[in-house]
């Protein structure tokens, strides 16, 4: 099950971060390198020709002017950029990276503005899967098969502080991904306000509700929004939803894998749709 992110938990992670001593050892696994493009020309040529970058490490100190283009040209777009130590970098290639690595997405990314109206022209009642904070890549591989399985028509997530899609999460999901939208969008809160007004409900999964997940109407349009396990769905998210709901537990393990959780609230749609 899920939760509200709580403050001080937020809090206490920072200043734990800002404890980290500087000389710290970065542990990362190689991406194949067919999947990142090093050096900040190359970067920003792949941007102008439209290839799909999921994010871009730049070096912390960098401030070149052909960095600042670089940002400059990122502006505006999903692609998140982190600033990072000279040793992270390193641990992604021994190439001449110039301070720059931009990772790309085996998929394409929807705008989120374009997916809505087209469901409704398609004559469909939307769908749709929001994961606030997921970051697990096999958990995400799990939900997005589980929602092309259930007939979702696309996934939302947040261009910063979610998954990071590549080829392993591609084989996580059994190839669903191929197969089912994923808008990435900058601002969730907005995102969620552009889906109620645009008349679906959105309704989230978490303990913190009375509501039994099978006693709500889920059969019109429908987003569902799924917290991490940890943290849960951030509180800014969870006041904009239309409704909360929970899965009720019996046993001594206080919450489900997020990923189940997912496929039972997916399924008990499709339970309902299929009664009308």
Do not use: W
């Not at 130590?85 to 690595?101: F, M």
């Not at 890549?137 to 997005?144: H, L």
């Amino acid at each position: 099950m899920t939760f509200e992110r709580r403050d001080n938990r937020m809090a206490n992670g920072n200043l734990q971060q800002a404890r980290k001593h500087d000389n710290v050892t970065y542990q990362t696994r190689r991406p194949k390198e067919k999947d990142m493009i090093f050096g900040i020309r190359a970067v920003m040529e792949a941007i102008e020709a439209g290839k799909v970058i999921d994010k871009v490490l730049i070096r912390r100190d960098l401030s070149s002017a052909l960095a600042k283009e670089l940002l400059f040209k990122l502006q505006g777009t999903a692609t998140p950029v982190q600033r990072v130590p000279q040793e992270k970098l390193s641990q992604y290639t021994d190439k001449n990276h110039q301070g720059v690595i931009a990772f790309l997405s085996p998929i394409d990314f929807h705008r989120l503005e374009d997916i809505v109206p087209s469901l409704y022209e398609q004559g469909k009642i939307p769908l749709l899967m929001v994961l606030d904070g997921i970051t697990d890549m096999r958990n995400f591989g799990a939900i997005a098969r589980t929602c092309a399985c259930a007939g979702a028509d696309a996934i939302i997530i947040p261009s910063r502080g979610g998954v990071s899609i590549n080829g392993d999460a591609v084989k996580t999901s059994a190839g669903a991904l191929h197969n089912i939208p994923v808008c990435k969008v900058q601002q969730m809160q907005q995102a969620l306000q552009f889906l109620k007004d645009s008349g679906i409900a959105v309704v989230a999964v978490t303990e913190h509700s009375d509501t039994n997940y099978t006693r709500i109407d889920l059969t019109g349009p429908l987003a569902l929004v799924m917290g991490s396990e940890d943290a849960g769905i951030y509180a800014e998210n969870l006041k904009l939803c239309n409704e909360k709901v929970r899965i009720p537990m019996t046993g001594a393990i206080e919450s489900l894998n997020v990923g189940v959780a997912a496929g039972i609230m997916l399924y008990e749609v499709v339970r309902q749709r299929n009664s009308i």
